[in-house]
């Protein structure tokens, strides 16, 4: 076996995540979940900034809270779907609503994961990682 | 005979010079040791010092401190460093108690994503109303099921700068264990610590005087008031005023937080006293 013919292994690219929350704390611990798993974070405080945000991107995915001031998370993920540049974007959706019509909503909307608060930072890594394709660190 | 007056004003502020001497005496007497990350804090005890001495000069309030062979102006000086120096973690029990206790009932009535409104008053360089939110981080399930406002506020504009800047000496942190520190904090080359930009945005800083009433009157819906070590400086009336401006402040049902030696029974009969595991704490009745 010659050392010429070896190819070095690089690592993969760290996947980049928007977090969209109008809850600062909130934002705060996600980033604290999810960056020790290797992802680079950003953040917005609302749908308005989320799709400005999520259109200067790329991003591997996006992580949407449903109650937020002046666009809420089921219009962002409308309008995310309908913008052509990120309509395929992956979509987790945090929530404390969990009545079955609350899960459909989301789903009609284009959300691909829904999950009911509170959510553990395992499982925000392990879900995030599923969905980005991202071998968990 | 004619006569000079002469007027005598006290000094305003501390030389880099006169920061560095203290410093190096306090720490050769006493070992304890500041940096420039307390900057702030040292300056206004030393400034305290040189009014109630009557010393003319930070220089003269500093030999007089060197050469007083009694020792109790350094007593003085360091009872004033360390009595009210704040510090992560400081008197975690009430952190724990709010995890546990408070946050537990205030959320009874609310709904989830509502705000629950936590201030700290004063909040001096911020290691309070950092603490709050790295407990809360770490210590509270229902984290993300509330939108968690942390409010922080003092009435000197100095430190909540420094607050907003967020970086710590070794002396401030040293409660922290090391996980949290590596978590929470970036080491920075002059062996200070500072928070990370996530936290520092997660808090609102403005400048309010505990003491004004119409400036008090503007913070409403406040589910927890952390005031600790605040009300011991203030005289009988300024105290039970500011207790009568916090349960204004304060939702029905909202809860007051004090430092250790403080008692609110003695201070103002509007708040009911509540014994949790942790800690002991005042409330404004729930109607």
Redesign the interface.
Known sequence: MSDGNVTPIRPAPAKRLLVVDDAALVRAYYRQALEPGGFLVDEAFNGIEGLEKALSGPYDLVVVDVNMPKMDGLTFVHRLREAEEIACLPVLMTSTLNRDRDVAAARAAGVNLYLVKPVSEDDLRLFASIMTGAAER | MATARTTQTAPESVTDEEFGRFCDFIYRRTGLAYGQAKRYFIDRRILDRVEKTGSATVQSYLSLLRFDTTGRELEEVVNSLTVNETYFWREEHQFACLATSILPEVVRRKR??QPVRIWSLPCSTGEEPYSI?IW??ENW??????????IASDIDTKVLAAAQNGVYDARSVQKLPKWVLD??FQRLPDDTWRIVE??R???EFTRINASDKAQMAAVSDVDVIFCRNMLIYFDDVSRREAAESMFECLAPGGFVCLGHSESMSRISPLFDVRRFPDAIVYQRPPK
Request: aromatic fraction near 10%.
């Open positions: 989830p994503g939110a809360l981080l399930p229902d984290v993300d099921r509330y939108n968690v406002e942390i978590r929470y996530s936290l945005g997660s808090i």
